[in-house]
T-cell receptor, first 116, second 111 residues
Framework: GAVVSQHPSRVICKSGTSVKIECRSL??????MFWYRQFPKQSLMLMAT?????????EQGVEKDKFLINHASLTLSTLTVTSAHPEDSSFYIC????????????FGPGTRLLVL | GQQVMQIPQYQHVQEGEDFTTYCNSS?????IQWYKQRPGGHPVFLIQ?????EVKKQKRLTFQFGEAKKNSSLHITATQTTDVGTYFC???????????FGGGTRVLVKP
């Protein structure tokens, strides 16, 4: 149980384009979903917290207009990287906390974004 | 703000040997969580410790939560090549259910 999927797993795009990443909890409902970014050989850095039906809360230094988050249902959150630039290339990982049970975060497989 | 530190940053271990990695928080934690990330993979939840002084075992892995609930350790006995990866500890922030992750300990196993 507690499976989280992400799509796409890998994306290469040109600078200036927008990229949408989907995060789904497959077998549970999630009160909250989190979006992280991880650069090579570094730790996970929380970007934003996404709650169903309300606006996402962003961490300090993360541009909300650049990283658009939509939490359409208790099983789906999307992150759109708008006007992507090479410095946005990274590993983006989402996690979800089940509606019922301990506040453990279950991570998706991640999306590797490469902006040329 | 809250900081979570892990040492060592890198751990090279001979197969069959034991090692310990440590996690320290700048603030008292309600719980501590451990995750493992294999190379090229994503973090996978290992365990959560809640009580002061709590010790939990998972086969060759022993997790401990400090008495003051500000530090934790992970001890692996008889290291195997399957133990390769980065081990992260994470503690919840004071408000909400956000986690602050440590920098991780990257474990390499020499056969």
């Amino acid at each position: 149980g507690a499976v989280v999927s992400q799509h796409p797993s890998r994306v290469i795009c040109k600078s200036g384009t927008s990229v949408k990443i989907e995060c789904r909890s497959l077998d549970f409902q999630a009160t909250t979903m989190f979006w992280y970014r991880q650069f090579p050989k570094q730790s996970l850095m929380l970007m934003a917290t996404s709650n169903e039906g309300s606006k996402a809360t962003y961490e300090q230094g993360v541009e909300k207009d650049k990283f658009l988050i939509n939490h359409a249902s208790l099983t789906l959150s999307t992150l759109t990287v708008t006007s992507a630039h090479p410095e946005d290339s990274s590993f983006y990982i989402c996690s979800a906390t089940p509606l019922v049970g301990p506040e453990t975060q279950y991570f998706g497989p991640g999306t590797r974004l490469l902006v040329l | 703000g809250q900081q979570v530190m892990q040492i060592p940053q890198y751990q090279h271990v001979q197969e069959g040997e034991d090692f310990t990695t440590y996690c320290n928080s700048s603030t008292t934690l309600s719980n501590i969580q451990w995750y493992k990330q294999r190379p090229g993979g994503h973090p996978v939840f290992l365990i959560q410790l809640v009580k002061s002084g709590e010790v939990k075992k998972q086969k060759r892995l022993t997790f401990q939560f400090g008495e003051a609930k500000k530090n934790s350790s992970l001890h692996i006995t008889a290291t195997q090549t399957t133990d390769v990866g980065t081990y992260f500890c994470a503690g919840p922030r004071a408000a909400g259910n956000k986690l602050t992750f440590g920098g991780g300990t990257r474990v390499l196993v020499k056969p």
